[in-house]
C-alpha cells in the first residue's frame, strides 16, 4: 500500500524548494543523486547517497537528499534521521527545516512538523512553500483562518504556475469549508486557469458552484473531473447527484453506478443510484437497490447498550496499558472492536496495542483500516509506518 497524506505536498517536490542551495554544489555524485529521485529511482539514489555521507559526513545536502529519499522508500527512521542530520549542520537553512517538516509529516510526526516548518519561516520568511505546508498543517488542527493566512502569504510570492494553482485550490477549498463561497469560487477557477488538468480542483470548482446554485455551472465542472478522472468516485457521484437534482436522471444513472462500483456501502450514493433508477422507470432494481440498503443499515445498526459496552471495553484497555499490560489491554480492545467494528478510535487502540506487542502483520491490517476511514490521521499513520520498516510487505521486500 502506498501511502500519501491528503494534505502534503509530494516529497520529491522539496528538490525545487531547495533548487537554488543544490545546485551550488558541484559534485556530480548529488546531481546523480537528484536525477534519480526525479526519476523515481529511490532505491538507486540512496544507495548513492549512502557513499557519499560516508566520504563527506558534515555535507548537508547529502543528507537531505538521502532522507528524501529514505522518505520516499517509507523508511522512516532512517529518514528522519538524515534529515535531521542535516538541519544539525546548518541550523539555519530554511530548505533544510522544509524538507524535515515534510518528512515528519508524511510519517504522521504532525506537532513536530509544525515546530520545523515555523523554523524554516524564521530563517527565510519569503519560503512561499513552507507557507503552503504550515498552512495544511494547521488546516487538519481546524485553524482555518490561520491556515488562510499562510496560504495567502504564499500566493503573495512568486512561484511557478503548477504550485501557484496548487495553493490556490488548497485555499480555495478551504474558503469554501468556511462558507467563502465568492472568495473560493475565484481561488478555483485561477486553479484550473492556471492547470486545466487539475482535477481535484475542478471538482471543487462543481461544489462551490453547487453552493452557489450554478447548476450549469457545476455540471460543466464536474464533468470536467469526471473526463480527468474517471475512476473518482467522488466526481462521479456529485456529478450524477447534481444531474439528478435537474431532472436528467437518465445522464446520472451511469455516473451513479460507477460511483456505487467504488462504494457498494456508502449509502448515500446508494440511495441517490435507487431514486435516480427509479426516475428512469426501473423501478424493480431501483426497490430492490433500496430495501437491500435498509437491510444492510439494520444489519450494521448498534444500540446504545453496545456503544456503551465498547466504550467501556476501550477505557479499561486504556487503564491497563497505562499499568503496563499490554495484553490485557489487546483484549480489551479486540472485545470494543468486535462489538463496535465502525468506530475507527476503537480500531486505532487496537492496532497501537499490536504494535506495542509486536504483531506486526496484524497492526498493519487494523491501521489501514483506520487510515480507510480516517485518512491521514497521525497517530496510526506514524504506528503504520514504523509496522512497515519493522515487517514490510512482502513486495517491498
Known sequence: MRLRPPCHVALFALLAVCGAALRAEPAADLGEARRLIAAGAAQEAADLLEKRVEAAPEDAEAHLLLGTARALLAQRTASLEALRRAVSLRPRWAAGHHALCMGLARFGETEAAQASC????????ELAAAHVNLGMILAAQDRLAEA?????????RKAQPEAEAQTLYLRGRLRRQRGQVEAALRDLEGAVGLRPDFAPAHLQLGLARID?????????ALQRAVELEPESADARYYLGSQLLRGGDAQRAVPHLRVAAAHRPDDRDVIYALGRALRATGASEEATELLRALSRASRGRAISDADIREAGRLN????????????AGALARYQAAVEIHSQDPHFRKNLGLALCRLERWEEAKAELREVLRVTPGEPDALKALYIALE???DTEQR
Open 390 to 392: 519493522r515487517a514490510p
Open 118 to 125: 515555523e523554523a524554516a519561516l524564521e530563517a527565510d520568511p
Open 212 to 220: 452557489g446554485t450554478d447548476h450549469d455551472g457545476a455540471v460543466r
Open 148 to 156: 488562510e493566512d499562510h496560504f495567502t502569504k504564499a500566493l503573495a
Open 315 to 326: 477505557n479499561e484497555g486504556i487503564e491497563l496499558e497505562e499499568k503496563g499490560d499490554h
